[in-house]
């Protein structure tokens, strides 16, 4: 049985398409804690986890409160911390 996490990554255009949102409500959203921070793909590269994107999109259409959705961005972040130190 394989247990390795597979990621999916969506590039910052990409995922901001998927959101459905212009460039500098994606980024004020982004700064705020209403979505994951981007990871580094490198120099110049950055992405969102597609698994992330989809809990948000999900709490997003539930009609989760701001605050909800924050603390759901908080944990994601903190699994993704915990995932790539298990690592």
Not at 14 to 19: D, G, I, L, V, W
Not at 67 to 80: G, H, K, P, T, Y
Not at 81 to 87: G, L
Request: hydrophobic residues 35%; aromatic residues 4%.
């Amino acid at each position: 049985m394989n247990n390795e996490i597979q990621f999916k990554v969506l590039r910052h255009q990409e995922a901001q398409k998927t959101y459905g949102l212009p460039r500098s409500t994606y980024y004020e959203r982004i700064a705020t804690g209403l979505i994951p921070t981007p990871i580094s793909l490198g120099e110049r590269a950055v992405g969102q986890l597609e698994h992330e994107t989809q809990a948000v999109l999900a709490a997003m259409i539930s009609g989760q409160s701001k605050e909800q959705i924050q603390a759901l961005v908080s944990s994601l972040i903190e699994e993704r911390k915990s995932a790539m130190r298990a690592q």
